[in-house]
């Protein structure tokens, strides 16, 4: 509820990015909903210009780095003003001047924050209604199976991109990175041209906070995660040295 209000914006969009600018001041409280890289990104970039920046969400970037990391990174954040709000997400966002613009956030927990502009950094799905009724099965999740040409079940439909299930690694998932769905083109549109070619790829990507990065290769497989320094530590030492962290 009240998704379409002034200043509630997701960040897909040149014109989201510029609303969001618009609505960054001196004064402004906003709210981050969604503790991943939108998220996290969009907290370390504001946190200087604005009253007060929230996050909502869970532990940051667990999905991808694991609890250790996130709540690493988590506290480093707060140590440079972000709050953050976890285990709760917003329950309905409220205009309680009745001029069309955000000022509340209800929360699940029914906790109410201040917000003069919500961001959210979460919710991407697949955009595979089209697809209803053909005979491409999707995956558990309903992203587009592939195989290592990008061809799905269908001979001669393939597909690519964020919207797929293929192969990375020895497994199948979904990866939504733009070197993994240029790549995916490239292999398909060679299969497409008769010119036989399997996918081959090791997923790579990066985030940067507060001028500094953490990069990331391969996919998760966490055996055993030992944080060995702090979060400011191993960010400078994989910029400096252009490597990656040690971790046990
Ligand atoms: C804010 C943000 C920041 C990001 N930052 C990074 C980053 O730093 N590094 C990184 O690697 N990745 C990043 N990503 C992810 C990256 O943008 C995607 O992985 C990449 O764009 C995927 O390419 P794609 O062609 O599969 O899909 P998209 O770029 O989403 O393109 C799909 C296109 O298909 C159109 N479409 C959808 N449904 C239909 C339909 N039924 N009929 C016709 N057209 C349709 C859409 O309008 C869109 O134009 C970011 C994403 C966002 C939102």
Same mark, same amino acid.
């Given at each position: 509820?009240?998704?379409?209000?002034?200043?509630?914006?997701?960040?897909?969009?040149?014109?989201?990015?510029?609303? /969001?600018?618009? @609505?960054?001041?001196?004064?402004?409280? =906003?709210?981050?909903?969604?503790?991943?890289?939108?998220? +996290?990104? +969009?907290?370390?970039?504001?946190?200087?210009?604005?009253?007060?920046?929230?996050? =909502?969400?869970? =532990?940051?970037?667990?999905?991808?780095?694991?609890?250790?990391?996130? %709540?690493?990174? *988590?506290?480093?954040?707060?140590?440079?003003?972000?709050?953050?709000?976890?285990?709760?997400?917003? *329950?309905?966002?409220?205009?309680?001047?009745?001029?069309?613009? /955000? *000022?509340?956030?209800?929360?699940?927990?029914?906790?109410?924050?201040?917000?003069?502009?919500?961001?959210?950094?979460?919710?991407?799905?697949?955009?595979?209604?089209?697809?209803?009724?053909?005979?491409?099965?999707?995956?558990?999740?309903?992203?587009?199976?592939?195989?290592?040409?990008?061809?799905?079940?269908?001979?001669?439909?393939?597909?690519?991109?964020?919207?797929?299930?293929?192969?990375?690694?020895? %497994?199948?998932?979904? =990866?939504?990175?733009?070197?993994?769905?240029?790549?995916?083109?490239?292999?398909? @549109?060679?299969?497409?041209?008769?010119?036989?070619?399997?996918?081959?790829?090791?997923?790579?990507?990066?985030?940067?906070?507060?001028?500094?990065?953490?990069?990331?290769?391969?996919?998760?497989?966490?055996?055993?995660?030992?944080?060995?320094?702090?979060? @400011?530590?191993?960010?400078?030492?994989?910029?400096?040295?252009?490597?990656?962290?040690?971790?046990?």
């Amino acid at each position: 509820e009240g998704l379409n209000l002034k200043n509630v914006s997701y960040l897909r969009t040149h014109d989201d990015a510029s609303a /969001i600018g618009e @609505a960054i001041n001196e004064h402004a409280k =906003i709210l981050v909903v969604g503790s991943s890289f939108i998220g +996290m990104e +969009m907290a370390s970039y504001c946190v200087r210009k604005v009253k007060q920046i929230t996050v =909502i969400g869970s =532990i940051p970037f667990h999905r991808s780095f694991g609890k250790e990391i996130g %709540t690493q990174v *988590q506290r480093f954040f707060e140590s440079k003003g972000v709050k953050f709000l976890l285990d709760t997400t917003p *329950q309905s966002l409220k205009s309680i001047k009745n001029d069309g613009a /955000i *000022q509340q956030v209800v929360l699940k927990n029914g906790k109410v924050v201040e917000a003069d502009a919500v961001v959210i950094g979460i919710g991407v799905l697949p955009s595979v209604e089209f697809l209803k009724g053909s005979q491409l099965l999707p995956s558990e999740n309903n992203y587009i199976v592939v195989d290592e040409r990008m061809q799905t079940n269908v001979k001669d439909v393939y597909a690519v991109g964020d919207a797929v299930f293929g192969p990375v690694l020895g %497994t199948k998932t979904n =990866i939504g990175h733009w070197q993994v769905a240029q790549y995916h083109g490239k292999v398909a @549109a060679k299969n497409m041209l008769l010119k036989p070619t399997v996918l081959h790829t090791v997923p790579f990507f990066w985030t940067r906070f507060f001028n500094m990065s953490i990069r990331y290769v391969g996919r998760k497989e966490w055996v055993k995660v030992k944080v060995t320094s702090s979060v @400011a530590v191993w960010c400078k030492v994989s910029i400096s040295r252009t490597e990656l962290p040690k971790m046990g």
